[in-house]
Nanobody, 122 residues
Framework: QVQLVESGGGLVQPGGSLRLSCAAS????????MGWYRQAPGKQRELVAA???????NYADSVKGRSTISRDNGKNTVNLQMNSLKPEDTAVYYC????????????????WGQGTQVTVSS
């Protein structure tokens, strides 16, 4: 089993910045994609940003130019730096890892973090 530990959520004023971090652990051999999703009240969960193990990134249009995703393959961590935050960025943010190969396992699996609340309000 893989554990995902998220940190960095909280309350921030409009225009402010926040950095979310996620660390994956659990006899991991490799991870294909690491990223962040978010879910606002009454809305579906949506992709915010993701990065492949080769460094290819994918951003939601709503955060392009305001956010930067980064990962450390050696430490199995992924970070999301979010700037110029807006009230509409308020949501629970979930770490997501896909294509996880663990030692002794033949098939890759996907995992979700428990979520961290981000609130943008004055």
């Amino acid at each position: 089993q893989v554990q995902l530990v998220e940190s960095g959520g909280g309350l921030v004023q409009p225009g402010g910045s926040l950095r979310l971090s996620c660390a994956a652990s659990g006899s991991i051999f490799s991870i294909n994609t690491m990223g962040w999703y978010r879910q606002a009240p009454g809305k579906q969960r949506e992709l915010v940003a993701a990065m492949s193990d080769g460094g290819v990134t994918n951003y939601a249009d709503s955060v392009k130019g305001r956010s930067t995703i980064s990962r450390d393959n050696g430490k199995n961590t992924v970070n999301l730096q979010m700037n110029s935050l807006k009230p509409e960025d308020t949501a629970v943010y979930y770490c997501r890892v896909e294509g996880v190969y663990q030692s002794g396992s033949r098939f890759p699996r996907n995992y979700w973090g428990q979520g961290t609340q981000v609130t943008v309000s004055s």
